[in-house]
């Protein structure tokens, strides 16, 4: 396995969402950078390589099987040829079966990944909690990408999503807080006090829940839907009638991971406890949408009195898309400290 | 005199019927001695010679059970899924500065030092 010598720090944090795939990396000059890929492919027929190869779209040939184009061109191309982009990950998860998509996977995560820096240099990669909603194999998909990234050459270690954001987030609040993960396929939850885990979970509801939600409300698309949303509206202000959806929807997503995280905490709240108030810090390419803190608060509000954590404040990840990479390259960074 | 007739007719048909049965059924199993438990199983056991036995279906229930494994079932998961050539994908890369990140990490070191 090659490797890339380098003076940077070792260690690297791989985010693998129904979304994004995004890798953190510390430079030798101390700044750190971050890689994405969109995570979506479409499979075309031979016959649009021409094409392909005069628009500079990088493709995977697949002879006479065709061909399958990645990350953000799937998308743009999907709106040429009037198609859907196919997704690897459903709900946050891959599903046992899904053999193109294994493969698509495992080109996208090389190319963020790039080469390791050094022999069994550690890369910290994101894997949800179990749904408490749905009957999700976790267990399949953390060893799927296990798998991957060994083959990339780095030693895998498996970390919760919504830890990471505990890690990235709170360090001067102790490493306690109530991490959220507002994710495209699913919402992952951490609850710590001074960096002990005391409660992890996930909801198989996020971004594409509200999409589809508001579409069918509105008898719009979802793809429509979900442009309308990445192109930026004011949730606290929506003008039109789907953005009048989409607010719904949130406050919709909100109440329920709100009401969630109070039914499981009443089950540890006997053998955890919380010596003070603790912040709530809120990440995910789903909470990018405008105002949605304020929304988020004034929401959490309403729920304030019978929620049974008592909470400091709420707030946003310094770098919302990038905070769960960001965490789990701290956690990386760890595991090569000589001290 | 009808009453002696009739009870004569039921007798001829009952040694008829006797003599149709000793045809048909097999023959009786040996008289119970001892265990009256063993009786019965070889009984049984004379009765069901020559007989296919089937195992029961199992219920739609225990179907998926099987189909979704149980905890001590090895989970597949295929190798080789990344190549040696790989194709060379358009990556969105940007630097920003670490932003708190050192502070973090030497926070977490020492929370675990500590610990």
Redesign the interface.
């Known amino acids: 396995m090659p490797t890339k010598k380098t003076t940077a720090p070792l260690g690297i944090g791989l985010d693998i969402g129904t979304m994004n795939i995004v890798s953190a990396r510390r430079q030798a000059d101390g700044s750190v950078e971050t890689s994405r890929v969109r995570d979506a492919f479409l499979d075309l027929d031979s016959g649009a390589k021409r094409m392909l190869k005069l628009s500079g779209v990088n493709y995977i040939d697949h002879g006479d099987d065709g061909i399958i184009v990645v990350g953000d061109a799937a998308m743009e191309m999907a709106n040429v040829f009037g198609r859907e982009a196919r997704r690897p990950l459903s709900q946050g998860l891959i599903s046992a079966g899904e053999m193109d998509a294994l493969d698509v996977l495992g080109v996208m995560i090389k190319n963020v990944l790039g080469d390791p820096a050094a022999e069994g240099e550690a890369c910290y990669f994101s894997v949800p909690a179990s749904p408490v909603d749905a009957d999700r194999d976790v267990v399949y998909h953390e060893g799927v990408f296990s798998r991957i990234v060994s083959e990339c050459g780095f030693k895998a270690h498996a970390s919760n999503e919504a830890m990471a954001i505990v890690y990235a987030e709170t360090a001067k609040d102790g490493f306690s807080g109530l991490g959220i993960s507002f994710g495209s396929g699913m919402c992952n939850l951490a609850l710590a006090v001074s960096g002990v885990e005391g409660l992890c979970f996930s909801v198989a509801r996020g971004g594409d829940w509200i999409d589809s939600g508001a579409a069918k409300a509105t008898g719009s698309t979802r793809s429509r839907i979900c442009a309308l949303k990445e192109k930026g509206f004011d949730l606290m202000a929506p003008k039109t009638r789907e953005e009048e959806a989409l607010a719904l929807y949130y406050k919709s997503l909100i109440v329920y991971c709100i009401d969630q995280t109070a039914a499981e905490f009443a089950k540890i709240k006997d053998r955890f406890a919380l010596p003070r108030p603790i912040p709530i810090v809120v990440s995910g390419g789903t909470s990018l949408a405008g105002n949605f803190v304020e929304f988020f608060t004034e929401v959490f509000e309403t729920k304030r009195k019978r929620f049974p954590i008592e909470v400091s404040e709420i707030r946003h990840a310094s770098d919302p898309l990038n905070a769960v990479a960001r965490g789990l390259l701290i956690q990386a960074m760890q595991e090569h400290d000589e001290d | 005199m009808a009453d002696r007739a009739a009870k004569k007719a039921v007798a001829e048909a009952a040694a008829q019927f006797q003599q149709i049965l000793s045809q048909v059924v097999a023959p009786a199993a040996p008289a119970p001695q001892g265990d009256i438990t063993e009786a019965v199983a070889a009984a049984v056991a004379q009765a069901l010679q020559g007989a296919a036995i089937a195992p029961a279906r199992p219920a739609s229930s225990d179907i998926e059970e099987i189909i979704a494994g149980g905890p001590d079932e090895p989970?597949?998961?295929?190798?080789?899924?990344?190549?040696d050539q790989?194709?060379?994908?358009?990556?969105?890369?940007?630097?920003?500065?670490?932003?708190?990140?050192?502070?973090?990490?030497n926070?977490?070191?020492a929370?675990?030092k500590n610990k």
């Open positions: 989970l597949f998961i295929p190798s080789g899924i990344v190549k790989t194709e060379s994908l358009t990556v969105s890369s940007e630097s920003s500065t670490s932003g708190g990140l050192d502070d973090a990490a926070a977490l070191k929370l675990r």
